[in-house]
């Protein structure tokens, strides 16, 4: 069994967070993990609702101003110490049940990084058309750079090697840091693989946070990681 840490990060999701830490929990009995939630400086009741419920986490990081997922996610990647890591959101568009699929990978084809991808899945919502559109460039950007075949590289699920990173690589605060970690990651993995999840999206009303405006820094880090590689090989 090999040992997984959950990275999970919070902002403004009072509504759900307990919800899918307790869907986490669930799934202890699968293998070892490791549950780290960043808090990222949370102006309404999350920080009180986590700090209430301390048995469904190992880890709280409390980040007192809101500085972005990319900044959550390279402080729960300093905190972990497992030999694995997996990200989950903190709302309920994404299914931890799933993570069986990607915890398969791992032991019986011995993969060093799994990527999610909602594409090609037979179970999600209708999502945005323009959401859609801007995804679909930015994988192929992607690919086109890296020599790939993902088909979603902006689902929140990854899971990956931990030694197949070096964390102080990572300089991207905002929603492009997806984009930075895959990166960096796919020029260190030996076997990769892709496999379809569960998603239930939210609606901007619901709190469903990405705006189009994202995709332009997405490309910026698609194109500004990939030359440093190159550069520094």
């Known amino acids: 069994m090999k040992n997984i840490s959950i990275i999970i990060p919070v902002y403004n999701e009072e509504n759900t967070v307990i919800q899918i830490l307790k869907k986490i929990s669930k799934n202890k009995n699968i293998n070892k993990f ?3 939630v960043i808090n990222d400086g949370s102006i309404d009741d999350t920080l009180k609702l986590l700090n209430e419920n301390k ?5 709280l990081i409390n980040l007192k101003k809101n500085s972005g997922k990319g900044k959550a ?10 030999d694995f890591v997996f990200f989950q959101d903190a709302d309920l568009e994404y299914n931890p049940d799933d993570l069986k699929k990607f915890i398969e990978k791992i032991e ?3 993969a060093d990084l799994v990527m999610g991808s909602r594409f090609i899945s037979t179970d999600r919502t209708v999502l945005f058309f323009w959401h859609m559109l801007g ?8 690919n086109l750079l890296n020599n790939t075949t993902f088909t979603d590289i902006y689902c929140c699920y990854v899971l990956f090697k931990r030694q197949n990173l070096k964390i ?6 905002g929603w492009g840091q997806q984009a930075e970690l895959l990166t960096y990651l796919i020029t260190k993995s030996k076997k990769i693989y892709e496999v379809s ?8 009303d619901e709190g469903k946070k990405i705006r189009y405006i994202n995709v332009f820094g997405v490309m910026y880090q698609i194109l500004f990681t990939k030359l440093k590689t190159i550069i520094y090989k």
């Open 55 to 59: 048995t469904l986490y190992d880890k």
């Open 197 to 204: 999840v569960q998603y239930n999206g939210r609606t901007y």
């Open 168 to 173: 102080n690589n990572l300089k991207c605060y």
């Open 73 to 82: 996610i390279i402080e729960g990647l300093k905190n972990s110490n497992c």
């Open 108 to 110: 019986i084809n011995k």
């Open 34 to 36: 490791e549950i780290i």
């Open 135 to 142: 995804n679909k460039f930015i994988t192929f950007l992607f």
